[in-house]
T-cell receptor, first 115, second 113 residues
Framework: SAVISQKPSRDICQRGTSLTIQCQVD?????MFWYRQQPGQSLTLIAT?????????ESGFVIDKFPISRPNLTFSTLTVSNMSPEDSSIYLC????????????FGDGTRLSIL | GENVEQHPSTLSVQEGDSAVIKCTYS??????FPWYKQELGKRPQLIID?????GEKKDQRIAVTLNKTAKHFSLHITETQPEDSAVYFC????????????FGSGTRLQVQP
């Protein structure tokens, strides 16, 4: 399975600031996904990032708050903008090769705390 | 869109006993159902998955069953061990198009030694 690296692994940020999270994969993948996991909760999809097209956002998530880049088939970034304490969560990247039948795997996540 | 419900939210068993976690899904177009195990502070890890053309799949102490008609699937862990203690998430996906996972709410399994 693909090896997925996320940076940073954790950060503590001040409210009102922005943070960009990176997701790097060791092989080319068609689809990359960004999930949020709030404390003690399940995973919620933020958006799907395909190379060469605009990210597709889920209901409740907007581009101005969570801009995403997908410059190539092995890399994506998620920015959490104008952070508030409610943004304190684990942000997870996952990948899908796009080939039918392949399971999705997750990066180690970025644990974000907003003061 | 898809909705996945998972029960129970917490489950405590004695070491050696079996544990069963159940999920239901709403979209009959979903055809792939993975289970993830998440230990504290770690990423979700795929432990087993099943596709809609199969009714049951087993991997050592872990098995998953799927009832397409009733739209529910279950995770079965036999001979539980303390290291099985974790949060387990079921998920559903339609294997074409968007391919985004919809997760259940999670089950915290505690295996008492």
């Amino acid at each position: 399975s693909a090896v997925i690296s996320q940076k940073p692994s954790r950060d503590i940020c001040q409210r009102g600031t922005s943070l960009t999270i990176q997701c790097q994969v060791d092989s080319q993948v068609t689809m990359m996904f960004w999930y949020r996991q709030q404390p003690g909760q399940s995973l919620t999809l933020i958006a799907t990032a395909n190379q060469g097209s605009e990210a597709t956002y889920e209901s409740g998530f907007v581009i101005d708050k969570f801009p995403i880049s997908r410059p190539n088939l092995t890399f994506s970034t998620l920015t959490v903008s104008n952070m508030s304490p409610e943004d304190s969560s684990i942000y997870l990247c996952s990948v899908d090769s796009g080939a039918g039948g392949q399971p999705q795997h997750f990066g180690d996540g970025t644990r974000l705390s907003i003061l | 869109g898809e909705n996945v419900e998972q029960h129970p939210s917490t489950l405590s068993v004695q070491e050696g006993d079996s544990a069963v976690i159940k999920c239901t899904y709403s979209d009959s177009a979903s055809n792939y159902f993975p289970w993830y195990k998440q230990e504290l502070g770690k990423r979700p890890q795929l432990i087993i998955d099943i596709r809609s053309n199969v009714g049951e799949k087993k991997d050592q102490r872990i098995a998953v069953t799927l009832n397409k008609t009733a739209k529910h699937f279950s995770l079965h862990i036999t001979e539980t061990q303390p290291e099985d203690s974790a949060v387990y998430f079921c998920a559903a996906l339609m294997d074409t198009g968007r391919r985004a996972l919809t997760f259940g709410s999670g089950t915290r399994l505690q295996v008492q030694p």
